[in-house]
Structure formats: structure tokens, C-alpha cells
């Protein structure tokens, strides 16, 4: 039977609070065995806490902008609004309606995310792919949208999703996969009602309209890699943009270089070289038969049998003197 206590093992214990001879709060935490609280409110997973994922937006966004404007043929500029972690159900009262939404995986990473956008960025979109007039608000924005405009919308989703791998690229390899396309909240079940989403919404503008696009990714998504996040991975790679690399490079190749042949040594004293006269021979430490040295800036680099090409003297590469070097 459970220990009940007298009335006086009561009052002597009272009397011993009391005088201070005996303190609850060393008694119940000696009982409990030293464990320590853990507030759930407070906690680095309730908040969302997600640290260096905002690098990963920013390199899409620089992809993005430059595959979106190739695709609508059109100025086109992103930016992060905010990014804010959500319990899934919060999340989706916060969408409008209609909204179409994609439905992805990030593959090898476990659950499914979602990249969600209102009627405004549709309609843009679809004014521009289809060659309208470039004035959506005057369309009923209210109205669903048709299978035909989901199937566009689909395309361009994909396209996202490619830039969005080579944005992820640096910190962990991934496949994004479009599961499918969705235009009602309330059949999109990504995650059970009260788990967490860390949201990213993302201001698109295309010339004069402006919509948003939000990525919705589950916390249990990211928590595999948050360590690696949390260490700080460089992201050198996804800091290049691809037009400035793909400039770089072509003025490179057209960058003029030296290339000298060395023919061979002499060795002379001064008062030999004073005496030389026109039809002089001096004699070289190379064979007729041997390879000639070929510098390239000053750095040896081939060995090549001399020749003559169309008049001109030449030099024919035989082999390389550096292995790292490629014909």
C-alpha cells in the first residue's frame, strides 16, 4: 500500500521547511535523479533554427533569375522577403486562393516538400509564355486554374527545381522530383497538420507585376544535414555566377601567350665571340635528330621535331614535358 503520512510527520516536516533545514527543490531534483528541464517552446527545433539555409535561396536566386528571364524573355528580379518556420497546418491557412502548388522530393533526403505560388506570379507567367499583353490583373483572378495553365506552370516548376539542385549542389548532392501539381491546400498533406515546415517566400517581379513564391520544406527534411550547415560548408561554388565563369573563360582562351622553340646551347668566350665573322658557324649542343624544347610563357611545356609548314618554319609537337598537360 502507497506510504501515507501521520499527522505529526507532517508538521515536523513543515516545521523543517520552515527553518530552512530541508530545501524542496534540492529534494525533488535529487529524486528525479539530476535530470534537467528541456523546454519544448524554447527549443532550437520549435524555433525553426536553420543555420546558413539562406545561402542555399541566394544561389538559387541567382540561377533563377537568369533561367527565368531566358524562358519569359523578360526582365526578371528576385529577392527573400523572410523565411520563417510554420506548423504545416499554419502554414497553409497562410496561402492564398487559388494558389498552385508543386509537390516535390528531394532526393536522398527523407519527405516531401512543396514550392507554392500565388495567382499574380501565375498569371504573369502565363501572360508571357502565351504572348499576352503583359496585363494579368485584368483577368478574374479568382477563377481556378485550367489544366492547360497547370501544365505550363508544371514546366516552369521543373525549371525551378533544376536551379534549385545546382544551389544545394555545394552543401549535399540532390534530386529534385516533381511528385505533382496542386491548386487545393486542403488535399496537400506533405507532413502531418502539426509538424514544422521552414518557409522561404521569395518576391518575384516581372517587369511591372509582382507575386510571390514560397518553398515549404519539412524540419525533418533538413535536421540530417543541419550539423553540416551548422559547421559552415563553403559555398565558393555556388557564389560564381554562371554568366561572369562563362565571360572569364572565353577571354582566357582568346588571352595572347609567348611560345618560344629553344634550339640548343652554345657556350663561347668573349674574345671568340670578338673574332666572329659573317659565315661563321657556331656549333650547337643539340642533334639534328633530337627533340627542340617548347616554351609556352617562358615554362617548359613540349618537345617538338623542327619542320617547314607552307613556307613558314614550324615546330611539330611530339610529346609533353609536363604529364598534366593535354593535347
Not at 92 to 107: A, F
Not at 149 to 159: N, T
Request: charged content about 25%.
Amino acid at each position: 500500500m502507497e506510504k501515507i503520512l501521520s499527522k505529526e510527520e507532517i508538521e515536523a516536516l513543515l516545521s523543517a521547511v520552515a527553518d530552512g533545514s530541508i530545501d524542496p527543490d534540492k529534494e525533488l531534483a535529487r529524486e528525479r535523479g539530476g535530470v534537467s528541464n528541456y523546454d519544448l517552446f524554447n527549443s532550437a527545433a520549435n524555433k525553426g533554427l536553420v543555420p546558413n539555409l539562406d545561402i542555399v535561396y541566394d544561389s538559387f536566386i541567382r540561377y533563377h533569375r537568369v533561367s527565368m528571364s531566358n524562358q519569359l524573355r523578360k526582365i526578371v528580379e528576385i529577392r527573400k522577403v523572410a523565411a520563417r518556420p510554420y506548423k504545416f497546418d499554419d502554414f497553409l491557412m497562410t496561402l492564398p486562393s487559388p494558389v498552385c502548388m508543386g509537390i516535390y522530393k528531394i532526393e536522398p533526403l527523407k519527405g516531401a516538400s512543396m514550392l507554392a505560388m500565388d495567382n499574380n506570379l501565375v498569371f504573369a507567367i502565363l501572360e508571357s509564355v502565351l504572348g499576352g499583353t503583359g496585363t494579368p490583373h485584368l483577368l478574374d483572378s479568382s477563377r481556378m486554374f485550367t489544366s492547360i495553365e497547370l501544365r505550363i506552370m508544371q514546366k516552369m516548376v521543373k525549371a525551378a527545381l533544376l536551379d534549385m539542385e545546382k544551389a544545394w549542389a555545394p552543401l549535399h548532392p540532390t534530386k529534385m522530383s516533381l511528385l505533382r501539381m496542386d491548386i487545393n491546400p486542403r488535399l496537400v498533406n506533405i507532413v502531418p497538420p502539426e509538424y514544422q515546415v521552414i518557409t522561404m517566400e521569395l518576391e518575384i517581379q516581372i517587369e511591372n507585376i509582382t507575386g510571390s513564391m514560397v518553398f515549404a520544406v519539412p524540419y525533418m527534411t533538413i535536421e540530417p544535414i543541419r550539423e553540416k550547415l551548422k559547421n559552415g560548408v563553403q559555398f565558393d561554388m555556388a557564389g560564381v555566377d554562371p554568366k561572369w565563369s562563362q565571360r572569364l573563360s572565353a577571354e582566357l582562351v582568346e588571352a595572347p601567350l609567348e611560345v618560344t622553340v629553344e634550339m640548343g646551347h652554345a657556350a663561347i668566350t668573349l674574345q671568340e665571340l670578338l673574332r666572329l665573322e659573317p659565315g661563321d658557324t657556331i656549333m650547337l649542343d643539340k642533334d639534328i635528330r633530337s627533340d627542340l624544347l617548347v616554351k609556352v610563357g617562358g615554362v617548359s611545356k613540349f618537345l617538338g621535331a623542327p619542320g617547314v609548314q607552307r613556307g613558314n618554319k614550324a615546330v611539330q609537337i611530339t610529346r609533353c614535358t609536363n604529364r598534366e598537360v593535354e593535347l
